[in-house]
């Protein structure tokens, strides 16, 4: 059980509740039954398929390995080197603390698996318990359903096409029998149970949810009313067949995947049958469920939002209408580097043409510091916009000097010499972004490991670093091409 299956059961699970929540405010209440049905079942199967599916806003998208190293280091070293420009202090997250997590999935993991086999082995049983009933009872035929002779405490339920029937259940007359028959009749030719299964099957993976409980209630109580619509009638009729259920109620619980005559069950029904039924008007409230679904897609799936932004943006810029150019451009809490030196790394001038993301693209300036040991580094810009033009003020944040601490590589396979002799990051050097990739591409080259997954990990020493300078530990895990 990895990171992103655990996301998709929370997701999921999350998913279908906001569709259970809409269902109590707008629909319980309600008595059109088989759109109830259809309602919580469609719930089920929605709340597992919409986490899956991906909105394809960028096609082309790539892992920028640069780009992580920066925000690994970054991320590491606000805690210890205080704030960064824009006010914002990062944490650096020790190796214990990553130990740790791993424990608590690994509990966590167990846990799961071991929910999923005591779940499926109530489902197992209780499918068992049928088999046992079919096998071992008489069994008489009725066009395609087939009437199984039981004499358990219980009336009767049904299964698939398959018709439990107590004909010596508290002296009922034949009439009452054939009521009940007839009732489990509806139950099979609606196939109820392929319902109740797929619940069921949901709930094994999902055993921690206590929404499927809720949903597996409800839904066997609704294929009652289903039922009791049909054979009840009206008047009288209804009066009578009320008191039948009164007659029928039982503790004696069948099986789970059936609903039978509980006592628990019984009032609701009977209150249901006096209900007046739902009128056009309100079952427009089922027509909610097609903004929950835009708002779950768009919620849980992987939609990029600042990309897409960002194309917005990128194609409003080179409108005729949009072309704004670049104004001034000041530097501020630069002491390492000197703002002609900033400018020329910058490489835009007063007059270009203004575009937001290729600034953003542009303040390379990062790797400038980086690959000199200034690893909390941060650059951020503020626009003032006049007359067509956009002036940037940079604000610079530099930070402390770093050097090289510790550095790990370890591989699940044997590492290849050259990776050994080559490697040109020691202890006491100065940071270098560059000197790292460098390091990444030899250890690329050696066709042993997969370029894209190499992903060097700078971790702030607290114990070695001092006020004049911060030590980083490089961490780099490999996994061997199999």
């Not at 269902?23 to 088989?34: E, G, P, V």
């Amino acid at each position: 059980m990895n990171s992103p299956f655990i996301i998709y059961l929370l997701e999921s699970s999350i998913s279908l509740l906001l569709f259970i929540v809409v269902y109590r405010l707008l629909i319980a209440r309600l008595t059109c039954f088989s759109l109830m049905r259809y309602y919580l079942i469609t719930s089920v199967v929605l709340s597992l398929v919409l986490p899956l599916i991906h909105i394809p806003v960028q096609w082309n998208t790539t892992i920028n390995l640069s780009e992580l190293l920066t925000n690994s280091v970054l991320m590491q070293a606000g805690k210890h080197d205080g704030a960064t420009a824009t006010g914002q202090v990062a944490v650096s997250l020790p190796l214990s603390i990553t130990g740790l997590k791993s424990i608590v999935l690994i509990i966590l993991m167990l846990a799961y698996i071991i929910g999923v086999f005591v779940k499926s082995s109530v489902l197992i049983r209780n499918l068992k318990g049928i088999i046992r009933l079919i096998r071992y009872n008489p069994m008489t035929l009725d066009g395609k359903y087939r009437i199984v002779e039981i004499n358990i405490a219980t009336p009767a339920f049904s299964f698939l096409n398959y018709i439990f029937l107590n004909t010596g259940f508290k002296n009922l007359s034949p009439a009452e029998l054939q009521k009940i028959r007839n009732h489990e009749l509806i139950h099979a030719s609606q196939h109820h149970s392929l319902d109740i299964l797929l619940i069921e099957t949901a709930s094994i993976f999902f055993w921690f949810n206590p929404v499927m409980t809720y949903i597996k209630k409800t839904i066997q109580e609704i294929h009652e009313y289903i039922a009791d619509e049909e054979i009840a009638g009206s008047g009288q009729h209804k009066e009578e067949y009320a008191g039948l259920l009164l007659n029928l109620a039982t503790e004696t619980k069948s099986f789970n995947i059936s609903a039978g005559f509980a006592i628990h069950q019984i009032r609701n029904r009977i209150i249901m049958m006096k209900r007046p039924r739902s009128g056009p008007f309100q079952r427009l409230a089922f027509a909610a469920i097609i903004p929950l679904v835009i708002f779950t897609l768009f919620s849980f799936s992987y939609l990029d939002g600042p990309s897409l932004k960002s194309s917005q943006r990128t194609e409003s810029a080179i409108l005729p209408g949009n072309q704004e150019k670049l104004g001034d451009i000041t530097w501020k809490g630069n002491n390492v580097y000197s703002a002609e030196r900033l400018n020329e790394v910058f490489g835009l001038k007063k007059g270009d043409m203004y575009n937001p993301d290729d600034i953003s693209q542009r303040l390379k300036i990062t790797d400038l510091y980086l690959d000199n040991g200034y690893v909390f580094f941060r650059a951020d810009f503020t626009e003032k916009r006049h007359d067509g033009f956009v002036d940037l003020a940079v604000e610079i944040y530099e930070g402390k000097i770093a050097r090289i601490g510790d550095v790990s590589i370890t591989a699940d396979i044997t590492l290849p010499m050259e990776i050994r002799t080559k490697n040109n990051i020691h202890p006491g050097d100065q940071f270098s972004k560059a000197e790292i990739l460098k390091l990444v591409r030899m250890i690329g080259d050696t066709g042993k490991f997969d370029r894209e997954k190499i992903n060097p990990k700078p971790v702030v020493n607290e114990k070695k670093s001092t006020d004049e300078y911060a030590v980083i530990d490089l961490i780099i895990e490999l996994k061997g091409i199999k």
